[in-house]
């Protein structure tokens, strides 16, 4: 309860500073659910919105332990954390595959230095609200938990089967510094590459 | 009436349609599926193979089913890039479309697992579990050092050095890679250095393995083309087409490396399997294409075209295009006399990260006068994602993977074993005058630098323009007069132009720069030989024998001069020394057939000079003068006139058409001799 009020609390400033901006486009998303609740790796339920006080941002990555476009983003997902973190970007990694057992996402975490602390969504409840279908695949929520991006990490992948040698746009980049700067993300979504999360479900 | 019938027909449909789908069964894995997955997927997709997640249950499949109906619908998956309908190729990967249509039907429908009893045993694993597909390898050499890949950042290319340590020359039936972590690595390619080139590129790096691609010294086995990619079923030769390994080399594997999100520790090795048998025949390797590549920024469809007419029947065994991430479309198709025509590959969507060696299921025979055509295309354009330059540049001819190239390699082999020599020749002047095209233009860039102006000279002298050798060396001693190898090359050079006493000069000054080298005491002897000054040329090709005991040349030349002394005895000595280090030696067959044809007992071999003449006469092609001489004089020996006066006559005219009159006339007056019926007799 705390928690929460704290961070509404550093809301209404925020909203106070952007007023112009915020009130010139309309909630992509009517905020976040308030009964999803997902397990950590203990076990627990929680909630996948819950921040830190003084979060601006939240960014979901939808990752799984086998997809190896998912896997080969590990240090593009690190690099993107450690700069954006300290500017108050929470990271959260989400595991749809209900295959995928806390000890194997452990072990993933570590083995590939992922960033964020580690979710499960076996029923692919987050995935569902979120609208992502890939993984890997991002979702950011500004502070009114509106959903400002939805997409690939960069562009690296232009289909299964065809690489760019490296990427030419950074786009959860580009849609983080947006979120930060409190402009308009100028491309909310982009198809993201990898393995589908529907195949996931049981 | 006519509505009656009208409703009958529908009547039919519907009952057709109700038929056909009671015969329809719901696909299942167990019973569908799995038999194309178990033989289309598993062989990579297990544990410990490059295919990043396993393939053999129901589960696995069933969770990727939508990434499986993707990749599969587009070709991506199995990675096989040749397009159906050419001349088939042996181990090909692809889907079948039957195959194709069960696996799309069968997600459609909902994936269904069905009865447990239908499901087929899961395949055995190719190299899982330590094996090695071929059995235990008589020699395996392997980095000797983990070499730790990144995490993450572009692939990665680098190359290892593995000395081979072995004591003698062997044939070598087949070669294994293992990956050591098939992850990590997507594909390799294979050279072996007889050189110490690659080792020192290896030991100026800090790491193990040096970065970058092959040296120019670190070649394929002439006529084969060694490598790997995921999912490749090693594959031995054709019986009789083993390759020769020199001792002493080292493997040379460029490994394509690609990071996997976490750091991935590498370590490759590779089985060697060998065989006593000698190669009966020899393959030879064909490039087509372009090393003068010049692609303007921006330029979308750029074209490579290039054609050869084989000289002589040949079979065609394997086929390997190359190029870098630029290209797109390739196809290469051979036109026979007759005027059919034959695909031998098309490949629409050239990627770079998924190249191979074809092997053809069977051999396609090409007569004397097929013309074989390649075409590439490469697209340096901003919408070719592959474009490594943003904005795109000039890309021009190079090993790097910034650079571009254009090779077809054509693995064939000559119909008659008589017309190697023939083909070999005219398929190395193709390569050589396109090198010298590409190494010239590179000279044109960087005058200044004399190794430019050995590259050139190198050509030109394989190519036998021994007068533009001798220039471009001349060109790179003014800018470095104390380099032994020029002076070695300008040697060879001259003495090509019958500039004998400017050679020895040459081969002199470049023992005396580098008192070890082998190759320059032999020629040096070869000069003085030349001259008659025999007691000295033995000297210097012993001194050449003594640095390199495995230098056949020296102990074949040593045995000629021995010969000339009338030492005979010795001779055949050092001839036996040259056919053990290089048992296809022509020459000291045909040195030793001539002593055992025309010597007195004990001495004296007429079967032997028979069957060491007709060898060397096969491997010269039936066109060697002093072959055919020593040939005639050993039928002559074994009493078969006839053949003896027929040989004799075709050596005859061999030493007249390549001027060399003094032979000429000796082969004459031993005509003469058999034709009269008697052998001829060493002078004692």
């Known amino acids: ?202 | 009436m006519a509505s009656r019938t009208e409703t009958q027909a529908l009547v039919s449909v519907a009952l057709l349609l109700t038929c056909s789908s009671a015969h329809a069964q719901p696909l299942t894995f167990n019973k569908d599926i799995a038999p194309i997955v178990f033989a289309r997927c598993a062989p990579c997709h297990r544990a410990g193979e490059i295919g990043p997640f396993s393939l053999l249950s129901y589960d696995d499949v069933k969770q990727r089913a939508t990434l499986i109906a993707d990749v599969t619908a587009r070709g991506v998956m199995p990675p096989w890039k040749p397009a159906p309908g050419g001349e088939p190729f042996a181990d090909a990967r692809s889907l079948r479309a039957d195959e194709l249509k069960r696996l799309q039907d069968w997600i459609r429908q909902g994936a269904a697992e069905g009865d447990p009893r239908d499901l087929p045993p899961a395949p055995p694993a190719l190299t899982s579990g330590g094996g090695w597909p071929l059995g235990t390898p008589d020699l395996i050499v392997q980095m000797d050092q983990e070499f730790t890949l990144a995490a993450g950042g572009a692939d990665v290319f680098r190359t290892f050095v593995m000395p081979i340590p072995t004591t003698a020359a062997r044939y070598v039936r087949a070669i294994e890679f293992r990956p050591g972590n098939a992850r990590a690595v997507h594909h390799a390619n294979i050279g072996v250095d007889r050189t110490r080139s690659s080792r020192r590129l290896d030991e100026r790096d800090p790491e193990p393995g040096y970065a970058g691609g092959m040296a120019r010294d670190a070649v394929y086995p002439p006529g084969y083309m060694l490598g790997w990619t995921p999912g490749q079923r090693p594959r031995p030769s054709p019986d009789g087409m083993a390759w020769r390994l020199e001792r002493d080399s080292d493997l040379v594997a460029e490994l394509h490396l690609q990071p996997t999100g976490k750091p991935e520790p590498v370590q490759a090795s590779v089985g060697f399997y060998f065989t006593d048998r000698a190669p009966v025949r020899a393959p030879v390797g064909l490039r087509l294409g372009s090393e003068t590549i010049d692609i303007a920024p921006g330029d979308g469809r750029y074209m490579v075209t290039d054609s050869y007419v084989v000289p002589v029947d040949v079979e065609l065994l394997a086929i390997q295009p190359h190029a870098h991430n630029l290209a797109r479309e390739m196809e290469a198709d051979a036109t026979l006399p007759d005027q059919s025509t034959r695909r031998l590959i098309r490949i629409a969507d050239w990627d770079f990260r998924w190249q191979d060696v074809y092997r053809y299921e069977r051999a396609v025979a090409l007569p004397k006068g097929t013309t074989i055509r390649m075409r590439f295309s490469y697209d340096n354009s901003e919408g070719n994602p592959r474009n490594p330059s943003r904005p795109p540049t000039r890309v021009v001819w190079g090993q790097n993977t910034s650079d571009e190239m254009g090779d077809l390699w054509l693995q064939i082999v000559a119909r008659e074993a008589s017309d190697h020599a023939l083909l070999n020749a005219d398929v190395e002047s193709k390569r050589a005058a396109e090198d010298l095209a590409a190494y010239t233009k590179l000279l044109t860039h960087d005058p200044g630098n004399p190794l430019r102006h050995d590259a050139v000279a190198m050509l030109y002298l394989q190519s036998g323009r021994a007068a533009e050798a001798a220039a471009a060396l001349r060109e790179s001693l003014a800018l470095n007069p104390e380099s032994a190898p020029a002076h070695y090359n300008l040697g060879l050079a001259l003495s090509m132009q019958r500039q004998f006493e400017q050679a020895q000069v040459a081969f002199q000054e470049a023992v005396r720069l580098a008192p070890d080298h082998a190759e320059a005491y032999n020629n040096l002897g070869a000069m003085l030989h030349l001259f008659g000054r025999l007691e000295e040329a033995a000297g210097q090709y012993r001194r050449a024998a003594a640095l390199r005991p495995d230098n056949a040349e020296a102990q074949n030349n040593l045995a000629r001069v021995l010969v000339q002394q009338g030492r005979p005895t010795e001779a055949v000595d050092h001839f036996r020394r040259a056919l053990a280090l290089k048992d296809d030696f022509a020459s000291a067959m045909s040195g030793l057939a001539w002593i055992r044809a025309t010597s007195a007992a004990p001495l004296q071999d007429a079967a032997e000079a028979v069957r060491l003449a007709e060898r060397a006469d096969a491997l010269t092609g039936h066109r060697d003068a002093a072959v055919l001489d020593a040939l005639a004089a050993a039928y002559a020996n074994a009493g078969s006139f006839d053949r003896a006066t027929a040989t004799a006559s075709l050596a005859l005219r061999a030493a007249e058409s390549a001027r060399l009159l003094n032979l000429a006339a000796e082969i004459r007056d031993r005509l003469a001799l058999y034709r009269q019926g008697r052998a001829f007799q060493a002078p004692r």
């Open chain 1, 1 to 202: 309860m705390g928690e929460g009020m704290r961070r509404l609390i550093t809301l209404f400033c925020a909203a106070f500073a952007l007023a112009s901006a915020l009130a010139a486009r309309a909630p992509e998303t009517a905020g976040a659910p308030s009964d999803l609740r997902l397990p950590d790796l203990d076990n627990h339920l929680v909630d996948p919105f819950q921040t830190a006080p003084g979060a601006k941002a939240i960014v979901f990555l939808f990752v799984s332990v086998e997809c190896p476009i998912s896997n080969r983003y590990a240090p593009e997902m690190r690099r993107v954390h450690d700069a954006f973190a300290p500017r108050g970007v929470a990271f959260r990694l989400v595991y749809p595959n209900p295959a995928e057992s806390p000890a194997m996402i452990r072990a993933h975490v570590k083995d590939y230095n992922l960033p964020g602390g580690a979710l499960r969504d076996p029923k692919q409840a987050l995935a569902t609200f979120a609208q992502a279908t890939i993984t890997p695949e991002a979702a950011i929520y500004d502070v009114l938990n509106r959903r400002v991006y939805l997409g690939r990490i960069d562009d690296r992948y232009v289909s299964l089967g065809l690489e760019r040698p490296a990427a030419t746009r950074h786009d959860l980049q580009d849609a983080l510094v947006a979120t930060l700067a409190g402009t308009r993300v100028s491309a909310p979504t982009a198809p993201a590459v990898g393995c589908y999360i529907a195949d996931f479900a049981r």
